[in-house]
């Protein structure tokens, strides 16, 4: 088996416990690249995983609960990486070459992550879509992608308006657009929003904010990257 | 753009971009509309990027079937295919299909004297020159073996000369970015008239029916039986020959009938057998241009490295060589194995060091070859290539099996390419002889008795 990241021979960790596992998946990327992707560890934000020294309510979280609009929204966000240079160069081979399989990486890694944060949680995953031009054009939706490592019951209950490129856009123009979403269905409940990246957050408050109009109880969100 | 009257013949507007190509829908800067025209009038064709086959998928464009390159993207109405290997140049899939021109060729302009060269070439490069000259018009295989610093461009200046004169399309293929860049300017200055383009990843340039493209192996992807001639320069560079499916682009760029010729100082075993079975015609070139022989690799003894690095202290002898040098005001550089080497040293010594994915590469480099710092320290990605007039050369480790015999033999030859001073010293540190060392030098003295003979 190969690194999926280098390319170079894997060998795999056999031991008297996978041996025996017939489920045994052994992972998809080499010890050393492994080290370089930055998994968030500790101190951070406790609603927007940013790092934060003393694991206070950043400055961007605090604005969002004063915000009229968004107010209690989005319960909280986390996310498993944080964003560094490494990071974006999987994401430009990942969502904008189309290196679809990439995300297979950090499987392990999601998993445990969502397991810690909401084990015991029966909410309904529910992906960030794309404009179905965008999504023809790339192949697949990054986020649903995501949601597909966890292994649970997805609904996309959204869609999305119009397509802007927000990765082209500064802090001010995306908090002056407008909600891009439609809600398709209404679910009730529980929901976690998945989605690739946590920037500024304004995605996933549109979509939390439609989502609770629509008559969800409680709305967090699970971001492969924070940055 | 080499287009003769556009508004006698339209089609040559797309044969220019589209000719000898297989391209994604975004790499054809045709709209929409146009396109459709050209698959109706059958100039182009749409072909399948992934096949399938008994033995799995493979890509169309880059030959690549090994299996942990092949992805899979999973759909609602099942899997989807796409290649890992050449994603970077754009993804291939099976949801989107490869265009492929089946028009009439882009005529080409014949040009009478296109060599603006005015140069004398030495009595070696005269056999070779003739060599090449006779396999581009018989449209035949050949090697050139000729040692660093031979004057290979010009070499080739009389054969491109009857090509182009012919109309033949022309390639000169190597695996190095840094070997195009330094080539392009010495053509364009050589061939004025000619429409020359160069082809790297992030190059400015675009192939708009040039008649000679000089590209990096990874660019020939885009290509199918497009070129009349084809040089392959530095073939036994990395990653050329550990990459089946450069070999394998390589081989697609060319016309069934198509000349091909290799370049190299240091052929890989598996072309130096076909030469030796007589597969592969070869031309050898034992001496440099200014007609000097070959700097003798020595092999100083330097066991103390590794102690001496711990303590973090260079050993003495190569704290002797380096003084030695200053005391002379000789320039040079300094091989070693590793990047961390590299940094160590360059703390220990001041002097600036150049590896792969430094950002600076290419400043540093162009401040050594001016001349404005004394000494560089390198990994082995100047082992080759790069020229600089008047300099000493040592290798640090040269045990180390990163330095083969090719990288050592390159090193090498990079002391003494000055026709005022072809004498470079040339100093292997080691800690233990390898084959690689003793098979480097047996390769320059072989080349110095070839030549010495000649003269004879």
């Not at chain 2, 990843?201 to 497009?226: M, N, W």
């Not at chain 2, 682009?249 to 000349?259: I, L, P, T, V």
Request: with cysteine.
């Amino acid at each position: 088996m190969n690194c999926l990241w280098c390319h170079d021979d894997i060998m795999p960790d056999i031991t008297w416990l996978n041996f025996w596992n017939p489920f045994y998946e052994p992972g998809k990327i080499c010890t050393t690249c492994k080290e370089g992707f930055p998994i968030i560890v500790d101190h951070v934000c406790p609603m927007c995983s940013r790092p934060s020294k003393n694991e206070e309510v950043c400055g961007d979280c605090q604005r969002w609960s004063n915000s009229e609009a968004f107010q209690g929204a989005l319960e909280r966000n986390v996310s498993v990486f944080s964003y560094t240079p490494i990071m974006k160069d999987m994401m430009a081979k990942w969502k904008y070459r189309g290196d679809y399989e990439l995300i297979h990486m950090f499987s392990e890694d999601v998993r445990k992550k969502f397991k810690e944060a909401f084990g015991k949680s029966k909410a309904t995953l529910v992906p960030i879509p794309l404009s179905s031009s965008r999504e023809k054009e790339r192949g697949f939706n990054q986020a649903k992608a995501i949601a597909m490592l966890l292994k649970r019951p997805i609904e996309s209950v959204l869609t999305r308006v119009q397509d802007e490129k927000q990765s082209k856009k500064t802090r001010q123009e995306r908090m002056e657009a407008e909600n891009p979403f439609q809600l398709v269905k209404e679910v009730k409940g529980e929901i976690i929003l998945i989605d690739d990246i946590y920037t500024t957050g304004m995605t996933l408050h549109w979509a939390a904010e439609l989502l609770k109009k629509g008559g969800s109880t409680k709305i967090q969100s699970f971001t492969l990257i924070r940055s | 753009m080499n287009i003769k009257n556009p508004t006698e013949n339209p089609s040559n507007v797309y044969a220019a971009h589209l000719s000898g190509k297989i391209l994604l829908r975004n790499e054809i800067p045709f709209t929409e509309t146009e396109i459709e025209m050209l698959l109706n009038q059958k100039f182009l064709n749409e072909i399948r990027g992934i096949e399938d086959s008994n033995f799995g998928y493979r890509c169309v464009r880059c030959g690549n079937q090994k299996r942990y390159l092949i992805g899979r993207i999973p759909t609602k109405t099942g899997k989807q295919i796409y290649c890992r290997n050449c994603i970077e140049m754009g993804r291939v899939s099976t949801f989107e299909p490869l265009y492929k021109w089946a028009g009439p060729e882009l005529p080409l302009d014949r040009l009478k004297n296109p060599c603006a060269w005015e140069g004398q070439l030495t009595v070696h490069q005269k056999i070779a020159s003739d060599k090449i000259n006779e396999a581009m018009t018989n449209r035949t295989k050949l090697l050139t073996w000729a040692v660093c610093g031979a004057g290979k461009t010009e070499m080739l200046f009389r054969g491109l000369t009857d090509a182009i004169s012919r109309g033949d399309r022309i390639c000169l293929a190597t695996p190095r970015a840094d070997v195009v860049r330094e080539l392009v300017p010495r053509f364009r200055k050589a061939f004025p008239e000619v429409s020359i383009t160069a082809l790297y990843g992030g190059s400015p340039d675009k192939d708009d029916g040039c008649q000679f493209v000089i590209s990096t192996t990874h660019q020939l992807f885009r290509y199918e039986r497009a070129f009349d001639v084809m040089i392959i320069d530095e073939a036994d560079a990395f990653p050329f020959y550990a990459d089946a499916s450069l070999v394998y682009a390589a081989k697609k760029a060319r016309k069934e009938s198509s000349s091909l010729i290799f370049l190299t100082a240091t052929p890989r075993k598996w072309i130096k057998l076909q030469s030796a079975c007589g597969f592969l015609p070869t031309v050898f070139v034992p001496s440099r241009y200014h007609g000097h022989p070959l700097p003798v690799p020595t092999f100083p003894s330097c066991y103390s490295l590794k102690k001496s690095l711990q303590k973090d202290k260079l050993p003495p002898k190569i704290n002797d060589w380096i003084a030695e040098k200053e005391r002379n005001n000789r320039r040079f550089l300094l091989f070693v194995p590793s990047i961390e080497m590299a940094e160590q040293i360059s703390k220990l010594t001041k002097y600036e060091y150049v590896h792969a994915d430094d950002p600076d590469r290419i400043e540093k480099v162009e401040c050594f070859r001016k001349g404005e710092i004394t000494a560089l320290i390198t990994t082995t990605i100047l082992e080759r290539g790069v020229t600089f007039p008047s300099i000493d050369v040592a290798v640090i480790d040269a045990g180390h099996n990163v330095f083969d015999v090719a990288a050592l033999v390159q090193i090498a030859g990079r002391a003494g390419r000055n026709a005022k001073d072809p004498y470079g010293d040339v100093s292997f540190f080691h800690q233990g002889k390898s084959d690689a060392m003793v098979g480097a030098v047996k390769m320059i003295e072989m080349m110095n008795n070839l030549a010495k003979e000649r003269v004879k």
